[in-house]
């Protein structure tokens, strides 16, 4: 009866732990796929769609095995195989990346490929434990409703226990890779109880070898600097992007957000955020002491510069990941002692200022194709504009196709509903279907922006397409206005997750 017991309990461990390895496999997925493809809903929904039928398959698989009488070793060898694919993910990575990051595919795409050629067959193979293993307790114990009841519920908690671990502590404390490795070699220790020693020498044997090897030159090296619960950021040298001097330009995921120049901080590489300077400098210049708020921090590109030719000016930025605030103190030449550094959510922080009081308002918080939703509906416009003074200006760049952008003419739609004006811009026009960087002007002033904004330091003007980009593609009465309740940034933006613009 003891030695029943034991075993029981036992299958229930390896059940419950092997079911938080799986998910924290899928919750390091994300990162893991992030440098190469971003983080979007399409790259979650491939990589929980994998994980799904990898387990799925591997549920059916294990039911099988357990009708043909398959023995607890049989179990071990699968912990066994689940540990080499865990190793294996960090030898398939470095070499299947490069040839789908540049290959014909979309991102949706591209997305799926790399989920399903590294996690998987980790997934099918862990998928096998818990019928498997369920089985085999209820040839211990009379009372079957308890044990598959018990093991169902055990799976589930380690599951839950994998998911909060991963995204709230494991991966900002110990990175992506390291606990891609830490699964693989707690996946094999799992299996030690459930095979003979002469297994488990052999097995630890091969482990070794492949540990090694994952270890060389020919295994995934992490490329992050630092992980956060948001982010893998990266600091990288970006001299060859300025006219003179040192500048270092920061990373996030896939996505270099923005360059800092060391001695000279208003010389601002990217066109995008140097028209946002330009717009705002332009609209605050004869102000004695103009409020900014920035939504989103990044490299803090904007505030530096703000801090430097308007010394006198109120600068409040929410950043929603201190991790990035500190490597861009750290390694970006960032003093945030003249700003007000608030780390939370952008609309949250917003939400919590007084009404009236800022001069500018800057949304910077779409990274790349990744789209907040919230930022983007008309709640969140009238929240602007009841922080903003009568005459302030909202600022905000956003990424979509060109020359039919269906999100950019949504979101169009939906500032008019609180703005009288609203403008678009570029740096240029192309002859090509293509990806563009917009900016979105928006403000109650009587004043009309101008056709043309030019900055002779650096030779560089930008146009207000705001008619053209209105008049191009889809009828804009065919586009729906964003909402609180109804925001479809995935179908708007398809052309760019599925199609051929997002390559």
Not at 73 to 95: E, H, K, T
Not at 110 to 117: F, G, Q
Not at 137 to 148: D, F, K, N, P, V
Not at 157 to 181: E, P
Request: aromatic share 8%; glycine share 6%; with cysteine.
């Amino acid at each position: 009866m003891k030695s029943d017991t034991r075993t029981i309990a036992l299958y229930a461990a390896v059940i419950f732990l092997s079911s938080a390895l799986v998910l924290v496999l899928e919750m390091v997925a994300a990162r893991l796929i992030a440098p190469f493809v971003g983080v979007s809903l399409y790259s979650w929904t491939a990589i929980i769609g994998t994980v799904l039928a990898g387990l799925s398959i591997g549920n059916w698989i294990g039911g099988v095995m357990a009708d043909r009488d398959a023995s607890q070793r049989a179990a071990g060898f699968v912990l066994l195989a689940a540990a080499v694919s865990a190793f294996l993910i960090l030898l398939i990575l470095p070499r299947i990346a490069g040839p789908i990051q540049t290959s014909d595919m979309s991102l949706a795409g591209s997305s799926l490929a790399l989920t399903m050629a590294l996690f998987f067959l980790p997934a099918l193979l862990l998928g096998i434990v818990t019928p498997l293993l369920t089985t085999l307790a209820l040839q211990h114990s009379e009372r079957t409703g308890h044990i598959i009841g018990m093991m169902h519920a055990l799976a589930a908690l380690g599951s839950i226990l994998g998911t909060f671990a991963t995204g709230f502590w494991l991966v900002q404390w110990f990175g992506s890779r390291n606990l891609v490795l830490a699964s693989a070699i707690a996946l094999a220790i799992l299996s030690v109880p459930l095979l003979r020693k002469a297994h488990v020498l052999g097995a630890a044997t091969g482990l070794v070898l492949l540990l090694i090897l994952v270890q060389s030159p020919l295994g995934y090296a992490n490329p992050c600097d630092e992980e956060s619960r948001y982010f893998c950021m990266r600091v990288v040298d970006a001299n060859a992007e300025v006219p003179y001097g040192e500048a270092r330009a920061l990373i996030l995921d896939h996505l270099k957000h923005s360059t800092n120049h060391r001695e000279d901080p208003e010389l601002i590489a990217a066109p995008y955020l140097h028209l946002i300077d330009q717009l705002g400098r332009r609209h605050t210049q004869t102000m004695e002491r103009p409020a900014w708020f920035f939504a989103g921090g990044g490299a803090y590109t904007l505030p530096r510069a703000v801090n430097v030719y308007q010394p006198d000016a109120r600068i409040v930025v929410a950043e929603i990941d201190p991790a990035v605030t500190d490597i861009a103190r750290e390694k970006l030449y960032i003093d945030t002692s003249g700003m007000e550094v608030i780390h939370e959510d952008a609309r949250v922080a917003l939400s919590k200022q007084p009404e009236g009081i800022f001069d500018v308002i800057v949304g910077d918080v779409f990274h790349d194709i990744s789209v907040p939703y919230h930022p983007l509906t008309r709640e969140f416009a009238a929240l602007v504009k009841s922080r903003l003074r009568p005459d302030g200006l909202y600022l905000m760049n956003l990424v979509d196709g060109f020359p039919d952008a269906k999100l950019l003419k949504s979101l169009y739609k939906t500032m008019r509903q609180e703005f009288d004006h609203v403008d678009i811009w570029l740096d240029h026009v192309s002859d090509e279907p293509t990806r563009m960087t917009y900016i979105v002007s928006a403000h109650n002033n009587s004043d009309p922006m101008p056709e043309r904004i030019a900055d002779n330091r650096f030779g560089r003007q930008w146009i207000n397409i705001t008619e053209p980009a209105l008049s191009a593609g889809t009828d804009m009465d065919d586009l729906p206005l964003l909402t609180d309740d109804y925001v479809p940034v995935e179908r708007l933006l398809a052309e760019l997750l599925a199609g051929d613009l997002g390559r």
